[in-house]
């Protein structure tokens, strides 16, 4: 009679995993896919890049299921996921640059620092971050997550 109910407790364990309760890094219900893009920096559709605090968005194929905000900071770059982190994937939970210093979600106005992707408003946890390689001998950025 114990295995009862342990097996419905494992059950429901399982079922709630597909919900959007927050984990460490994003919602669980945050899409998976793989992101492998290489950004040639001499394009001209990339010159924002060449500069700390120059950001484009990338939409190439193997930029995610929303593309990324490629940011030049002082110290390199940072890669974020278009997905609001905080929010199950729906029509206004694309992330969008604003006024060149913030991330916002249309959908419940959040904000983060664009530079750091810190927490400024609603949500409290950053956009997700991918990692990236940087060579500057042929100014290719690889940015790459499986």
Known sequence: MRRIPIILILTFSAL???????????VNC?????????VFLNLPRFQPL???????YLDDPGSGTRGLI?????MGFNVYDRNAPHLCPGPETTL??????????????????LLTG??????????KRYNY????????????DY
């Not at 969008?96 to 983060?112: F, L, M, R």
């Not at 390689?133 to 790459?144: H, Q």
């Open 30 to 38: 945050f899409p998976r896919q793989q992101v492998g893009v290489q």
């Open 70 to 74: 490629v940011i030049r900071t002082t």
């Open 133 to 144: 390689t940087f060579d500057p001998a042929s100014s290719t950025l690889t940015i790459v």
């Open 50 to 56: 060449q500069h700390p605090g120059g950001w484009v």
């Open 96 to 113: 969008e640059v604003k006024d060149d210093i913030k991330i916002i979600c249309p959908q419940d106005g959040a904000e983060w620092m």
């Open 118 to 127: 810190q927490p400024l408003k609603i949500a409290k946890i950053a956009p």
């Open 16 to 26: 709630t995993g597909v919900s959007c309760e927050s984990r460490e890094e994003t």
